[in-house]
């Protein structure tokens, strides 16, 4: 691809662009406040000209912590003007884990709403930041980003960015405990986009953003997209199923990204029956199957559901089932889209059979760049034929659909995130009751699965869940903390002294 094809496909660019093509269209409304697309081209070209300013160059990284903001997204955009690399943290995290992050990815700038900057204030002295901006407050060594905004001239800084540069580093929980970030290019963001074109058409007018911008699912299934495309995105600080209920009406919002638990939580309010939901064209979903129920509910209002399934490292679509095949293939995560392929292999990475389970590989040009100072969890996690292992298991049917069956790396998912349990593990054998601990997850009505601490006690020692809850929740964020508690005397183990999570699991009803 020349420099000129890799330039066009950059996010800064692709939003300048947009700009530039339908100026007045709607590009995105906050709180009552409505932006055009040349609005906000303007509001990035400014952001672009104070990151200048502040010494950011191409290559540097640049953090947000904070809910769902405007800000989010211009400063992407702005570091991709730049060719600067953006960082965006959960929320949820802790000092330590936050540090752990900052530090990792030697963020230059961090950027936080006024909710979040204590946090970064109790570990400032610990991270190697060199700067620290506020988005809608002043504050004593922080630099507020509104009237820098107000002053800044819009840049025509023009900055050559490659298909294979970094656009983004997205952070996800390892499976030894200590993250890692995730390297999207703006290749990557480009060919997701394009793979959800060839698919299903579920974005032709209005989407609503309540899901987190810094999970790959609130920002890549429908915001990154919309915007390119001139689709007002209506954005929420945060999900609330009234909130989502009211605005669905009122902007006549035709697509939303969500987990199960979020459109479980919208069918369960009062307001649900009453909401007009006829502009809604598909819910697109993710994290998990939809309950076949939960399909009916919607049917019954004549709202379908587009699902998927991919990760983080694949931008993150890996398969698509579209809203007609919802109760035709039920269970299933649909079929590869059109420049992406998925293959099931063996433990000895040969392909198998239809119908024979195994762990599922994707390739294509949406698959991460690798991992941040990880070269090691990179080649452990992209084969030399480009292939990407997700560690989760699953099998093709005949007709090249994919379903999921278990997970490698048990991995838990709980209301849409995804927690780790060799990093709550580590924590819990530090409390002074438990003797041996393992982590699952068990089926959960609101949440899909619970995060469920088993543990043996020491001699003599008690524990309860709220105990342990306290404990663990100096060093966990609120997702990650153990809402079961189950005590037994002994953890089933192999021969070679591996905890048997299944005959938990089994054990415990799941």
Request: glycine share 8%; charged share 20%.
């Amino acid at each position: 691809m020349s420099n000129q094809q890799s330039a066009a496909i950059g996010m800064g660019h692709t939003i300048l662009r947009r700009a530039s093509l339908t100026p007045k269209a709607r590009a995105l409304t906050f709180e009552g406040q409505t932006w055009t697309c040349a609005e906000l081209g303007d509001r990035v070209r400014r952001l672009t000209t104070i990151l200048h300013d502040l010494g950011v160059s191409k290559g540097d990284r640049v953090g947000y912590i904070g809910l769902n903001h405007p800000v989010f997204l211009e400063l992407l955009y702005a570091c991709g003007c730049i060719g600067a690399v953006f960082v965006p943290l959960n929320f949820r995290l802790t000092g330590p884990e936050v540090r752990f992050i900052v530090n990792d990815a030697d963020i230059k700038l961090m950027f936080a709403d006024d909710m979040l900057r204590p946090l970064i204030d109790s570990e400032k002295d610990n991270l190697n930041c060199t700067g620290y901006l506020t988005i809608e407050s002043d504050a004593d060594s922080w630099m507020s980003l509104a009237p820098l905004m107000e002053r800044a001239l819009p840049s025509t800084l023009d900055q050559t960015v490659e298909a294979d540069d970094i656009a983004f580093i997205m952070y996800t929980s390892g499976t030894t405990g200590l993250p890692k970030g995730a390297m999207l290019t703006h290749g990557n963001v480009f060919w997701n986009s394009i793979n959800v074109c060839f698919g299903e058409d579920t974005m032709a007018t209005t989407t609503l953003t309540c899901a987190p911008l810094f999970h790959i699912g609130g920002l890549n299934v429908t915001t990154l997209l919309s915007l390119a495309k001139g689709i007002e995105v209506v954005l929420l600080r945060s999900f609330d199923a009234a909130e989502v209920l009211s605005l669905i009406e009122e902007h006549k919002v035709g697509s939303m990204f969500g987990a199960p638990t979020m459109f479980l939580m919208m069918a369960q309010h009062e307001n649900f029956a009453t909401t007009d939901l006829s502009s809604v064209t598909a819910l697109i979903c993710g994290g998990a199957p939809v309950p076949v129920p939960l399909i009916k509910t919607y049917a019954e209002r004549n709202v379908s559901f587009c699902q998927g399934y991919g990760l983080t490292e694949t931008a993150p679509f890996a398969s698509l089932l579209s809203s007609d095949l919802a109760m035709v293939k039920v269970g299933s995560a649909g079929k590869a889209p059109m420049f992406t392929e998925v293959q099931i292999v063996d433990g000895d990475n040969n392909p198998v059979a239809a119908g024979v389970h195994g762990e599922v590989c994707i390739k294509g040009p949406n698959v991460m760049k690798g991992y941040w100072n990880r070269p090691e969890a990179t080649a452990e996690a992209i084969d030399e034929l480009g292939w990407f292992h997700s560690g989760d298991i699953g099998y093709l049917d005949d007709e090249d659909f994919l379903y999921l069956c278990d997970r490698v790396k048990d991995m838990v998912i709980t209301g849409g995130e995804n927690v780790y349990p060799a990093e709550i593990e580590s924590v819990l054998y530090a409390h002074p009751a438990i003797l041996e601990v393992a982590v699952i997850g068990l089926p959960d009505d609101k949440w899909g699965e619970a995060v469920t601490a088993v543990a043996v006690l020491e001699d003599g020692a008690s524990l309860d869940l709220e105990d342990l809850r306290a404990f663990s929740g100096e060093s966990l964020a609120r997702y990650k903390l153990p809402s079961e508690l189950r005590i037994i005397d002994i953890l089933p183990r192999n021969p070679a002294g591996k905890v048997q999570k299944f005959k938990l699991k089994e054990q415990f009803g799941a």
